[in-house]
């Protein structure tokens, strides 16, 4: 388990924002998530996350995933106080992340979303990625 104290990181924020279908909530403050072949447990109390996994997959994989090597305070701080819109914008989403998704999965759950609302795009998402591995499985 790694700790990390950070800003501008909301994992509920993150999961509902819609651009990751296989990212859910498991319990009070505890989430998952599947990227690739790699799946992550999270806890968040504030600004203290805690990464369930090995330290080699953070580093090589969730901290770019999560995009932690860019500081979004001085992106926040360079918005025009005069543009309101903005300005509200990123103080009601300012624990987003821009996740860096892998292109297919990207593609096959914008698809999916096209015609669906985003709770039963991440079932969807969900149960084609799971008969997607039974079958690869199934083929070996």
Known sequence: MLTIEMDNF?????????????????????YRVIARDKYLELTQERGIVNFFCAEEDFIFFWIRYFDLDCNYSEYINMINPRDKYLTAAAEMGNGIRILQQDLWEMTISFLISQQNNITRTMENTGRAFTSCLRLWIWTR
């Open 10 to 30: 909301d994992l509920g924020q993150i999961c509902r924002s819609g651009q990751c279908f296989r990212m859910d909530q498991i319990g009070e403050n505890r």
